[in-house]
């Protein structure tokens, strides 16, 4: 039986969120934007999600609410930009951030560039570099993808801010870092067709500025080729 | 008006269809299945092809009531799948085709899928769960190609259930997968296994060396029965796919699914879908087995689109391969 002080805690979350405005419903949150303690604030709710067992939904819902805000705090400690994290509610599942005010995705900048014929080598690399260093502080994403990049206004600046780690991890192993940029290569070029040299660029900046890269991108052409040798019998 | 015949025979069904114009005429098909505790080897699948394709093909042109004079094109699985069910009836094919003097097109056994799912639900422009034997991977279509968000990174969806279905030795008729889901709406413990989601990818080789591992000594403890582990497999692999399969709608902006290969007409999965889907006011598109299960008017739909565009296959090019991945194709039917 859930005590009083949490069901109570439950009802003035839903009161309270009421009150803001439904920024997006992503991947696995609803997102929504108001103020937390007078400052611009996003909260990123994993609401319950009814389809799957009761007992998976409680595990992975505030596992990856914790590895969200931790992952986020040990980047953040390391100079890679990330948001604020105001507060964790992990009664609810909620997690307060600062909000990235007038930002864009990646995704989305990314789409009007290529219908301006607008260039995206500077973008490429410094992606690459911003994920060097989080590979250097053995931060795993687990969810790269350019809806998961933001840019802050004056958008082509190119000040960019990574955020949803939900699913990231620490680890050292080259393996793990190998397959964080397989995952981001096919997002990248399944969302973005035509963007192969750009992506490169990404890479070759990613190779440049990490400590550590190259054993990453020997994974990488090993994870690519499994892929492609992968048998589709049956 | 196009009448298009289509010949499938990559995995274990060996099928014949016959589409004129988003209209199924007919489409018979015949499924090679093994003993409990067995998979199905190539030479032994196709040696079942070819002993029965032409009774199905006699079929599939009766009950559409036509005559070979009457098709436009004759269309057959290139790839992917397994070498000699394959050849044994892109051979086939190749034959009437000459006999018939009709053109010939090689056609991706995951776009019949694709084209053939649209065609019964109307889906417009959905996300798609591809769920088979040999593939998992969600889609998305964007200029003139099906491309690729999210797929398994070692063993399909359904192997997976099929590998299990060997352990325990459940049956294989009509399906390993088909029996499972019967066992599972019998359980009641929920025994948990490993999940593991990449973005929009999955891995499922670990929940089947674990299962590998563990069954038998969780069996004979006691400790849960085989009903409980169908059901607690079929939940932890459908919310992997379920999940990603919402990853990959929020990051494309999509509202619409559609489900489909073999194990597509799992019910239990379909209805973790359709919450999904009401969560985000999306639509959910689904088939049952006539559809979602290898046939052979998923080629021939695929095929009529691909031949109403322009393509044709040359007899020296009618070749088969094992491996063709669904973003190799050119969408020509498609803005
Ligand atoms: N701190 C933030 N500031 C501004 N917008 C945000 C912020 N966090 C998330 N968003 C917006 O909400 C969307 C979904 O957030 P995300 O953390 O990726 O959740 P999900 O795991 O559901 O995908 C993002 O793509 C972005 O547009
Ligand atoms: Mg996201």
């Given at each position: 039986m859930e005590c009083q002080a949490e069901s109570d805690s439950r009802q003035r979350t839903r009161e309270y969120l009421a009150g803001l405005k439904l920024l997006k419903q992503g991947a696995e949150a609803r997102v929504y934007q108001g103020k937390f303690l007078g400052k611009a604030a996003v909260v990123k709710e994993r609401f319950p999600k009814t389809y799957r067992h009761p007992a998976l939904e409680e595990k992975l819902t505030h596992r990856r609410t914790a590895q969200e805000g931790r992952a986020i705090l040990r980047c953040r400690k390391a100079g890679i930009p990330a948001p604020v994290i105001y507060f964790v509610d992990y009664v609810t599942n909620c997690i307060y951030m600062e909000d990235i005010e007038g930002s864009v995705t990646v995704r989305d900048y990314i789409m009007t560039a290529q219908k301006n014929g607008r260039n995206l080598h500077d973008l490429a690399e410094k992606i690459g570099k911003i994920l060097a260093r989080m590979h250097d502080e053995d931060v795993i994403h687990g969810d790269l993808t350019t809806s998961n990049m933001l840019l802050r206004p004056p958008h082509q600046d190119l000040d960019l801010v990574l955020i949803d780690f939900g699913l990231s991890f620490i680890s050292a192993l080259p393996e793990d870092k190998g397959v964080d940029l397989y995952v981001l290569e096919k997002a990248f070029l399944s969302t973005h067709p035509n963007t192969e040299e750009i992506f490169s660029a990404l890479l070759k900046s990613y190779s440049a500025s990490s400590k550590k890269s190259s054993p990453v991108i020997k994974k990488l052409d090993e994870v690519r080729l499994r892929g492609r040798k992968r048998s589709m019998i049956g | 008006m196009t009448i298009v015949i289509g010949f499938e025979g990559s995995a274990n069904k060996i099928g014949v269809g016959i589409i004129q114009d988003g209209k199924v005429l007919s489409n018979p098909r015949r499924t090679y299945i093994t003993p409990p505790g067995q998979g199905f080897l190539p030479s032994d699948t196709a040696r079942h092809h070819r002993s029965c394709v032409l009774e199905v093909l006699h079929e599939a042109l009766e009950e559409a009531k036509i005559?070979?004079?009457?098709?436009d094109c004759v269309a057959y699985t290139k790839g992917p799948g397994m070498g000699a069910p394959l050849v044994s009836v892109a051979i086939v094919a190749r034959t009437v085709a000459q006999l018939w003097k009709k053109p010939l097109l090689g056609v991706n056994h995951c776009i019949g899928h694709i084209e053939m799912g649209r065609l019964i639900t109307g889906a417009e422009n959905p996300t798609v769960l591809y769920v088979s034997g040999g593939n998992t991977q969600v889609i998305s279509y964007s200029e003139h190609r099906y491309r690729i968000f999210g797929e398994t990174i070692d063993i399909a969806v359904g192997n997976c259930l099929d590998r299990f279905a060997r352990v325990l030795k459940i049956p294989n008729d009509p399906s390993p997968g088909y029996n499972i889901e019967q066992m599972a709406k019998k359980g009641k413990k929920f025994v948990e296994l490993p999940y593991t989601v990449k973005g929009m990818d999955v891995s499922f080789s670990g929940i089947l060396s674990y299962i590998e591992d563990m069954a038998h000594k969780m069996l004979s403890s006691g400790e849960c029965t085989p009903e409980d582990l169908c059901f607690s497999l079929q939940e932890t692999l459908f919310a992997m796919l379920v999940e990603i399969t919402e990853r990959a709608m929020a990051h494309c902006g999509s509202q619409e699914v559609l489900i489909v290969g073999g194990v597509g007409c799992n019910v239990r999965l379909q209805e973790m879908m359709e919450i999904m889907c009401k969560e985000r006011s999306a639509k959910l598109f689904a088939t049952d087995e006539r559809f979602c299960i290898d046939n052979g008017a998923m080629i021939a739909q695929a095929g009529w689109e691909m031949f109403r565009s322009g393509h044709m296959t040359p007899l020296e090019d009618s070749w088969i391969t094992q491996r063709y991945r669904t973003d190799e194709v050119e969408v020509t039917w498609r803005d």
């Open positions: - | 005559q070979p004079k009457d098709i």
